[in-house]
């Protein structure tokens, strides 16, 4: 299961939000607004992070903390229908491209 902080009072970020939650058709996602009481709780590894500006994830499986374009590796393992994409992260140059593409889908 993969969570994911995004700032809940940007219209963007919430229609990638909305987005993320459309294409999770396995219940793999866990989507937080970074205003929610319970974040913290839940991610207590978030507590103290600057979290607005970027796009932030956690694995709640082994806790790992990913940061905008290094949560797309675990992401399009949470979205199958996506994982085609997979490969193409280790074209040089390409990850950041398919980060700004993916996780700013409105």
Avoid: N
């Amino acid at each position: 299961m993969l969570l994911i902080a995004y700032d809940g009072e940007c219209s963007l970020c919430i229609r990638r939000a909305d987005w993320l939650k459309r294409q999770d058709t396995q219940a793999q996602l866990m989507l937080f607004p970074l205003q929610h009481p319970e974040l913290v709780r839940m991610a207590p590894e978030l507590a103290g992070r600057k979290l607005h500006g970027q796009v932030h994830g956690m694995d709640l499986t082994t806790r790992e903390v990913f940061i905008a374009e290094e949560l797309l590796r675990p992401l399009l393992r949470a979205l199958p229908r996506w994982a085609w994409l997979t490969p193409f992260l280790l074209i040089p140059g390409l990850r950041s491209w398919i980060g700004r593409w993916f996780l700013s889908k409105t």
